[in-house]
């Protein structure tokens, strides 16, 4: 099978698009298509420049199609002795909390029309892609995988991590600094436990390209990426698998040399779609702002830009945006907006759950889309609130603008939103600025000195052309010399320097060392302020209860997910638990947060705020003890869960109004678009929401009876509960309500009466949940919901399969050495190594042979007879329940089978690999399948333990005793330091990334699809 070429490309472009690609996008394809060689050191060459330098508007995401495009051309080489070095995973990565995503959109369509094409190259294209995400070239059913697949990673979470599901699926993942930087790092901002952080960070630093769009503003990160690249060549044996950061910018770094322009002068010519781009003039004034000082900033601000707004729009059909620095001012401005022009007007924050955000985006903003800019005919004046959500990544075309002075790059960037396409309209923009950002006595808080001087810059050409004219050409033109251009940007700070002593911390994953290295210096410097943590609500939570248990129940059968949680600064949110306050004085730049951080002695906190506890989400580990009041307890990234009666939390976000408990909760919704599961609750906070209709009185009945009733078995309310559902699935619902009647129709094709009696839930007597486990269809079929995890789903897959059979250890163990088999060979790495993983795929779970986890996997039962099981749908799903069987078996708390899997391997060393260092990998990989053993072994107290015996092939594994892994002379933490230097950090940890997404998709298959 040949390779493409730059003029397959255009093709490819064209049948994409329906146009063909501009210049710079044909010779970019043709650079990247070019020969690339794998030498004998195991690094890859690059194909890649490190930096393009092209201006705003100007296409970039097409980058996004050449990289998917130069991967599908390798596809001839799987089986063929030769690499695939096109990386799988493609990261576009923005230092914003951003509203409209134009990469993920991008590559979002993409996957769909690769997906439905049925001819012609796309077809090709999508067929070579299918081929690279099953690993062979051989028993490939179409129908099994996807070209490509679209992910969305912006707080940590469930739907966020579906792009880490599989090792050899190309990928789209869209992502800010901090999200992508600390997984890179081994630490995973917003996940729920440190299992996984290994996994992340193997797939994240191989078969990986980063685009870093507008680098300028990201450059600790940036310096950070580069250090990864040279340390990922300090190993024995270096795995060589690609992992390129590659530079969007119209002004990259001096000290980049390897930089790709555009050269075919296309951007010069006023008839085409570029040039009209970058030609056309965008006139603006500026207007000082008298007043706007201290605490009357924002609004006097406010109401400035109120007043541009009104001049430049009146009453007529525009689409104007109104840029600000933070978010205290986007509120500000929209008060006094809103009461002018109604609905017409919508707010845009970094402070919106992602819900919400796809509800305004998909109801409001789809007119504002670029592409149907020339077309587009408004009933009256639409106007966009936005702080620097818009400035990158929003293809978004309007007709004016004000905005609040910044540096002159976040200027550039903002401008590149006024008449995008070049359209012949006389566009019209306002400039605002203080006379305290105008003196510049202070650095401006996000902008620094650069605010000032920009403002000084542009009076000047003011003062020379009578306006200033940020179109893209006239601006290049008039641009200063260097030295005072880089006075005009924003502050660029360094990372701290990444060195192999930081690396050796990081990468001890459990148990994490003490202390262990923040990395936001590397993803921000050490200046810059902490990353977000995440928030979210629940109705349902009420944490005065006597029993802790009790308010977690519902809490782990709903977890959160990423839908549902708002990003809220560090600094906010510890000042909020410190002083219940909530002055927001941050703007939405990821790394510009360091003026929120608290200062001791600053402020006493309010004498009737009393210390209120929150919950720091830890997964299946969350107890009493993550029941939080003190800030100083809440690190960056924390998932923070907050009772939704809690009201002084409420100006956190900016939510949708008007605010209750019940409406805050959005629980429910936000499992069933992450885990792709059913589940309703049923709670008084909650149902007193639902829209008037006979199922609402039901269903406050239900709960009347539970809690008037303290005897009442929840087997009585079985069919009234029943009953419920098939009314609520009748019910025709408007939106946001309309996910209700298509839960309880879900529920309903899942759950027949007497199989809801068994399942349906009774939390404190004053709830029920019904939690489904049967995978749904995919609200998006090309961004698969993570429906398997090996932490903290309660509902997770592979339990059983759909019908509830068990899964006999038998069978789960050969399926699991499949899938290894698979992905080690997709993803070009040796036959020794191969042999290796496949090895320890084999064996992994020997340790359940164990006769008491064979009694908690049937809920404490012993078991009489019969074949050992590897899953069962018998398993506890709450944390009571668990508690109960758990006892009743006699498996110690805290237990690990994987450790006895170790010792049991070690006693048929005919099935492990040949040699010692891929015995030893081996044996690695099973003691760490579950993210332990990095670099110790848990302690476990076993007082009791059986000897154990499981027949494999022929061959008898068995051990007798403890374990004794948890001993500093067992090998387990030398073997791990051993392994460490061999593959290096990033190639270890993808080793292991191996093997553990083969258990979770073979688990997966056997709950949702086979089995038995």
Known sequence: MSEFTAEDFDHFFAELWGKPPFAWQHDLAARVLGAVTLPDDGQVVRSWPEAIALPTAA?????????????????????????????????????RRIIVDEAYRRAAQIARRLAEASSGLLREIADRLRHIAWGTREDLDPGQVVPLTVHRLRGGLYRSESWARDPLQPCVIASTVDQLGSRLLF?????????????????????????LDEAHCARPFLQTLQAITRLRGHARQPLGRPFQPVILSATPPGEVIDRFEDRSGQGKDPQHPLGRRQLAAKPANLRPVEGAKGAKYSVALAEAMVDAIRELVADNPLAAVAFVNRVATARETYKRLHKLYGENVVLLTGRMRPIDRDDIVSRRLGVLASEQSAARQLDGPLIVVATQTLEVGADLDFDVLVSECASLDALRQRFGRLNRMGRDIESRAVLLASAEQAEGKEPDPVYGTALSATWAWLMEQQAEYGQVDFGIARMAERLPNEERLLALAAPAVDAAVLLPAHMDALCQTWPMPAPSPDVAPFLRGPQNGAADVQVCWRADLDLDLPDPDAALESLFLCPPSSGETLAVPFGLFRRWMEWGTLEDRSSDVESADSELMPTKGKKEPASDAAPKPVIRWRGRETSRNEFVTEASRVYPGDIIVIPAAREQSWGLGDLPQPVTPGTLDIGDRGHRLARGKAILRLHPALVREWPEMAAKHEARRLLEILAAEAETQVEDLANEFSELLGELKAQMLPAPWDWLPAMAKELSAEFSPAKLRHSLRHIGGTQLVLAGKRALAPADPYAPPDRFSDEDDANASGLSTRKGTPILLAEHLPGVQGYARRYARGCGLSPELVEAIAGSALLHDLGKADPRFQALLRGGIPAIAGEPLAKSGAMPSTRTAYRKA?????????????????????????LLPPGAPFRELALHLIASHHGRCRPFAPMVQDQRPPDVHFKLRDVIATWQGATG????????????????????????????????????????????????
């Open 59 to 95: 296409g970039k995401t097409a980058c996004i199609d050449i990289a998917l495009f130069a991967l599908a051309s390798q596809s001839g080489r799987l089986g063929a002795g030769a690499s695939i070095t096109a990386p799988r995973r493609v990261f576009f990565v923005v230092d």
């Open 187 to 211: 630490r995973a901002y917003g996940s729920s436990g440190p299992g996984m952080l290994p996994v992340y960070a193997g797939l994240a630093a191989n078969d990986s390209l980063v685009f």
């Open 886 to 910: 758990l006892a009743a078996s006699g498996y110690p708390e805290g237990g690990r089978h994987e450790l006895l899997s170790v010792r049991m391997a070690e006693s048929v060393t005919e």
């Open 965 to 1012: 892994l948890e001993r500093l002379d067992a090998g387990i933490a030398d073997r791990f330091w051993a392994l460490i230097r061999t593959y290096g950090w990033w190639g270890l940890a993808w080793l292991e990334t191996l093997l553990r997404l083969a258990d979770h998709r073979r688990s997966e298959w056997e709950g949702n699809i086979g089995g038995n």
